[in-house]
């Protein structure tokens, strides 16, 4: 599956975007999704992730209550809407896709995931 993240750009502290991952050449709905981040100088770090089903989300303890996740199977594409961004939230974020049988599992480990897209850069001034 080949997956295309879009919706970055800069924005000031409190303010809100909406990231997007579209989906191409695989059965969408076969996948579970995550979404990871990766500050310069840093690990690539866990943001959240969506079930198959989309009937269960996770989310890193950073961004609880201000970060949501879901997906569209009919239109092939996961979102991360951000709201009350803040500075420590500057990073790429990368979507991915995670080929696991159970419908209902998330995962939070990037070895989880075997289909990564390119990444959006998300910069949040003070």
């Known amino acids: 599956v080949q997956l295309q993240a879009s919706g970055g750009g800069l924005v000031p502290a409190g303010g809100s975007l909406r990231l997007s991952c579209a989906a191409s050449?695989?059965?969408?709905?076969?996948?579970?999704m995550g979404w990871f981040r990766q500050a310069p100088g840093k690990e690539r770090e866990f943001v959240a992730a969506?079930?198959?089903?989309?009937?269960?989300?996770d989310y890193a303890d950073s961004v609880k209550g201000r970060f949501t996740i879901s997906r569209d199977d009919a239109k092939d594409t996961v979102y991360l809407q951000m709201s009350n961004l803040k500075p420590e939230d500057t990073a790429v974020y990368y979507c991915?896709?995670?080929?696991?049988?159970?419908?209902?599992?998330?995962?939070?480990?990037?070895?989880?995931?075997?289909?990564w897209g390119q990444g959006t850069q998300v910069t949040v001034s003070s």
């Open positions: 991915a896709a995670s080929p696991r049988i159970s419908t209902a599992a998330i995962y939070r480990g990037t070895y989880e995931y075997a289909y």
């Open positions: 050449g695989r059965t969408f709905s076969n996948y579970a």
């Open positions: 969506i079930s198959r089903s989309g009937g269960s989300t």
